[in-house]
């Protein structure tokens, strides 16, 4: 019986390898979220209907792949694959279960930066955020972090870098950001979009159109473009002429969703305005690096999320509405369910709830819904 990490799973998921995953999660659990693999195939069983044995399902089990088995914490999934195991299957558990899943950041390369330095994105993989990180002659700057700021904290010293600079895009409601701890740990600045930014209790640095900032001698810019829809305070950021970071406003395979803080209707006229002017003007050179990503298959060959923002206005559906109402229409009436404790993750990152990790681990539990389907 072997112990995975969410480490080794995330290897599975990006290399498109093969795995056999026995969920005994509950089967609503389950069907919400589950750990995505473009090659993995599952089967669900919850753990309460194994406790009188493993011999039925034995025969189920393929003989031909590995095999995983996945649960909320840990603790009934190392019982189920001991089980197995005495059964004379070889098994895995994923090691502190889906919660390890949740939190587990993979930081890879985008790209090498023509005026000198790098561009990384963490993919949590478990949540569909993606954050980004820029490194230039010993300077970093970090855009939308999740609430592990220790992961970038001591990605930046591997790199012999120090973070100056940290952003939030928008004020965030699916998951708790990182941002304000991270700019407290590392005594850099920390920004967030003014009009986002009414209720929060705490001191940051406005965030406004065209702030730009430049990291490391090489000068790379960082350029804030005020594109609000998601939030009435979104803002994109261009770095190096060349990567176009969208936040939550436009994604690889949808849009971004304007109802968060109840007001839908009232800010899908600036979602529009925001990807069909605003956006337009731009170059269709850049590469679109959003703040999520909502489907596995969205990942590149390499693990990374990204596209050429030209391809995007060619086949991203919600990029190709013309008629202003049917627009409307699509963005209103397609929304998913609302993010779990989205109200209060909202809260949290004004300031004004402190919760504990444990209470932030649940606050975040499930996939992200920051997309119109």
């Not at 088995?69 to 840990?74: D, L, N, P, Q, S």
Request: glycine residues 8%; hydrophobic residues 40%.
């Amino acid at each position: 019986m072997e112990k995975w990490t969410a480490q080794k799973v995330a290897n599975y998921v990006i290399h498109k390898k093969q795995l056999f995953i026995l969920d005994v999660r509950n089967q609503d659990a389950f069907e919400d979220w589950k750990i995505d693999g473009e090659n993995f195939e599952y089967m669900n069983i919850p753990y309460f209907d194994l406790l009188d044995g493993v011999e039925e399902l034995v025969p189920q089990l393929p003989k031909d792949k590995e095999i995983l088995v996945v649960c909320a914490k840990e603790g009934s999934s190392v019982m189920v694959a001991e089980m197995l195991d005495e059964a004379g299957v070889k098994v895995g558990y994923l090691e502190g279960g889906m919660k390890a899943w949740s939190s587990y950041l993979e930081p890879l390369k985008v790209a090498d930066l023509e005026k000198g330095g790098e561009l990384y994105q963490f993919v949590r993989l478990g949540k569909g955020c993606l954050s980004y990180m820029v490194i230039s002659e010993g300077e970093a700057a970090v855009i939308d972090a999740v609430r592990f700021a220790d992961v970038f904290e001591n990605f930046a010293k591997e790199k012999n870098a120090v973070i100056r600079h940290v952003f939030d895009t928008h004020l965030h409601a699916d998951h708790i950001s990182g941002g304000r701890l991270l700019a407290e740990k590392t005594g850099a600045t920390y920004y967030l979009p003014p009009k986002d930014a009414e209720e929060v209790v705490f001191d940051y640095a406005p965030l406004e159109d065209a702030t730009t900032v430049k990291i490391g001698q090489a000068k790379i810019d960082i350029q804030a473009i005020y594109s609000p829809g998601h939030t009435i305070g979104s803002t994109s950021f261009i770095i190096d002429e060349k990567y176009f970071l969208t936040g939550d406003i436009l994604f690889i395979d949808s849009i971004g969703r304007p109802d968060l803080a109840g007001l839908a209707e009232d800010w899908v006229g600036d979602l529009r305005e925001t990807l069909y002017n605003r956006y337009r003007q731009l170059s269709e050179d850049l590469y679109v690096l959003p703040a999520h990503f909502m489907i596995i298959e969205e990942l590149n060959e390499d693990g990374t999320v990204g596209k050429r923002f030209g391809d995007l206005l060619a086949e991203n559906h919600g990029l190709n509405i013309e008629n202003e109402e049917e627009f409307r229409k699509t963005v209103t009436d397609n929304l998913p369910p609302q993010p779990n404790a989205y109200t209060q993750i909202r809260h949290v990152n004004m300031g004004r709830l402190t919760p504990s990790a444990d209470e932030q681990t649940e606050m975040e539990i499930g996939p992200n819904r920051c997309a119109v389907r």
